[in-house]
């Protein structure tokens, strides 16, 4: 079966600084990784995808995740992080082809300081 | 770009009560919707795929008899949580796939949370 780890709970940083949150997956064979994010009541949107090819993906808002299959993980990157940033993330793995049947990590919460 | 909307946002009833959870896609047709469950500092669990026109598909361990789950139209896909208990307190979440290919991207609504008291 699938899963997805996302080890931060909660994270702080403050604006301008860079930022990482970390992402491991487990699946058998070649996974369908995605990022989202989630603003208070607002539905979940897609950052980014990656399903083949470059290992490095870009994405909307300056975020960028790299796929490292060696490590099992997806990490997603934004080299200067905005106050509009705060939100939930959430990594989450494909089942089959394409979106169906996504399997998501716990989420990490933003928390951006002036 | 693809809205998908949820009503009502927020529904509070009593135990043994059924509750109704709309799903809409508004501005595209969606043939696939899925339906999540988010517990509080937890993962979105899937329940279930509803396929229009057809019958949906539920997770194991979800019970089909409790969450009627009815897509009848390329638009709307309803939950209806019944005989509801507070055990099912949580925040219900769908998403829609707009056409029929599988590697679209899904859209989410913004959820609805539901109290049982």
């Known amino acids: 079966a699938q899963s997805v780890t996302q080890p931060d709970i909660h994270i702080t940083v403050s604006e301008g600084a860079s930022l990482e949150l970390r992402c491991n997956y487990s699946?058998?064979?070649?996974?369908?990784l995605f990022w989202y994010v989630q603003s208070p009541g607002q539905g979940l949107q897609l950052l980014l995808k990656?399903?083949?090819?470059?290992?490095l993906v870009q994405g909307i808002k300056g975020f960028e995740a790299e796929f490292k299959r060696s490590q099992s993980s997806f990490n997603l990157r934004k080299p200067s992080v905005h106050w509009s940033d705060a939100a939930e993330y959430f990594c989450?793995?494909?089942?089959?082809?394409?979106?169906?049947?996504?399997?998501f990590g716990t989420g990490t919460r933003l928390t951006i300081i002036p | 770009g693809a809205v998908v909307s949820q009503h009502p946002s927020r529904v509070i009833c009593k135990s043994g009560t059924s509750v109704k959870i709309e799903c809409r896609s508004l501005?595209?047709?969606?043939?696939?919707m899925f339906w999540y469950r988010q517990f509080p500092k937890q993962s979105l669990m899937l329940m279930a795929t509803?396929?229009?026109?057809?019958?949906?598909?539920?997770e194991q361990g979800v019970e089909k008899d409790k969450f009627l789950i009815n897509h009848a139209s390329l638009t709307l896909s309803t939950l209806t949580v019944t005989s509801a208990h507070p055990e099912d307190s949580s925040f219900y979440i769908c998403?829609?796939?707009?056409?029929?290919?599988?590697?679209?991207?899904?859209?989410f609504g913004p959820g609805t949370r539901l109290t049982v008291l």
């Open positions: 998403s829609a796939i707009p056409g029929q290919g599988a590697s679209s991207e899904q859209f």
């Open positions: 501005d595209f047709q969606a043939t696939t």
């Open positions: 990656y399903f083949s090819g470059d290992t």
């Open positions: 989450a793995v494909g089942a089959g082809f394409g979106n169906e049947k996504l399997t």
């Open positions: 509803s396929n229009e026109g057809s019958k949906a598909t539920y």
């Open positions: 699946y058998g064979a070649t996974p369908y």
